[in-house]
């Protein structure tokens, strides 16, 4: 056994294919049962119920849907946003279902960054390295949530204001602008927070959203990450950000964010 998944939707299945999770958890508890193509291959991923609180376990629900208080206690947390009381690894990737029900990444190969954790996650790393993931450990976590989190904060929530994929928001020129705009409002923000990102990150945004094509984010299935990305961000701003605001302002014409 590696870890148990509490969450098993599509990153939460995806991880617990790629860590061979024997255990899990839904919403539900309904029995789970996934086909997922990992860069090392596809497998069928049917872990039993429910989790085992004594080895490591894996959150892969929602920030607002997580009973942070009732975790087990060696818990980390797959999840996109800011302010989360437990340690948390950040995905650079895009998970989506096929149209034949497979559950696999698109556009860039999965990265996971994770700071500082126990030795009985050490399995799991392996495991997900085995599975073609790209695992980095590094000693701050902050800078690639903080990263994850401005990524997430642009293109994702104006596919939420427009109904358009991401694809169809990054060819936009106009929109693009904009993201990358407030990516750079983002990156300013996290520094008057004390959190230095890596140089170019800009670029790096480009380069993802380049790739990642069609992919339809999260967000648009559930408007309840926006308090901890979008309105994280904008709440921690200590001067004015035009154009995280502008995007704030195209969401809060469909859901109230904050």
């Given at each position: 056994?590696?870890?148990?998944?509490?969450g098993?939707?599509?990153?939460?299945?995806?991880?617990?294919?790629?860590?061979?999770?024997?255990?899990?958890?839904?919403?539900?508890?309904?029995?789970?049962?996934?086909?997922?193509?990992?860069?090392c291959?596809?497998?069928?991923?049917?872990?039993?119920?429910?989790?085992?609180?004594?080895?490591?376990?894996?959150?892969?629900t929602?920030?607002?849907?997580?009973?942070?208080?009732?975790?087990?206690?060696?818990?980390?947390?797959?999840?996109?946003?800011l302010?989360?009381?437990?340690?948390?690894?950040?995905?650079?990737?895009?998970?989506?279902?096929?149209?034949?029900?497979?559950?696999?990444?698109?556009?860039?190969t999965?990265?996971?960054?994770?700071?500082?954790?126990?030795?009985?996650?050490?399995?799991?790393?392996?495991?997900w390295?085995?599975?073609?993931?790209?695992?980095e450990?590094?000693?701050d976590i902050?800078?690639?949530?903080?990263?994850?989190?401005?990524?997430?904060?642009?293109?994702?929530?104006?596919?939420?204001?427009?109904?358009?994929?991401?694809?169809?928001?990054?060819?936009?020129?106009?929109?693009?602008?904009?993201?990358?705009?407030?990516?750079?409002?983002?990156?300013?923000?996290?520094?008057?927070?004390?959190?230095?990102?890596?140089?170019?990150?800009?670029?790096?945004?480009?380069?993802?959203?380049?790739?990642?094509?069609s992919?339809?984010?999260?967000?648009?299935?559930?408007?309840?990450?926006?308090?901890?990305?979008?309105?994280?961000?904008?709440?921690?701003?200590?001067?004015?950000?035009?154009?995280?605001?502008?995007?704030?302002?195209l969401?809060?014409?469909?859901?109230?964010?904050?």
């Amino acid at each position: 056994m590696t870890c148990s998944i509490i969450g098993p939707g599509l990153v939460g299945s995806f991880l617990g294919a790629a860590s061979q999770a024997t255990r899990a958890r839904g919403r539900l508890d309904r029995e789970v049962s996934e086909t997922v193509l990992l860069p090392c291959g596809t497998r069928r991923w049917q872990p039993a119920m429910p989790v085992d609180a004594s080895c490591p376990t894996l959150i892969a629900t929602r920030v607002h849907q997580t009973p942070w208080n009732t975790l087990p206690p060696n818990s980390i947390a797959a999840q996109n946003g800011l302010g989360q009381p437990i340690p948390v690894v950040v995905c650079f990737m895009a998970i989506d279902r096929r149209t034949d029900g497979v559950i696999t990444s698109v556009g860039v190969t999965p990265r996971l960054v994770i700071g500082p954790v126990s030795a009985t996650w050490q399995p799991v790393l392996a495991a997900w390295r085995a599975a073609g993931l790209v695992v980095e450990e590094v000693a701050d976590i902050r800078p690639a949530q903080w990263e994850k989190t401005i990524l997430n904060a642009t293109v994702g929530p104006l596919c939420l204001a427009t109904g358009k994929n991401m694809a169809a928001v990054w060819n936009d020129p106009d929109l693009r602008r904009l993201v990358l705009a407030a990516t750079a409002e983002g990156e300013s923000i996290a520094l008057s927070q004390g959190v230095r990102i890596a140089p170019n990150l800009g670029e790096r945004a480009s380069a993802f959203f380049d790739r990642v094509g069609s992919h339809h984010p999260s967000i648009m299935r559930d408007q309840g990450e926006l308090p901890s990305i979008l309105g994280h961000l904008c709440a921690s701003a200590r001067a004015p950000a035009p154009a995280l605001a502008q995007i704030a302002l195209l969401v809060s014409a469909q859901v109230r964010f904050s």
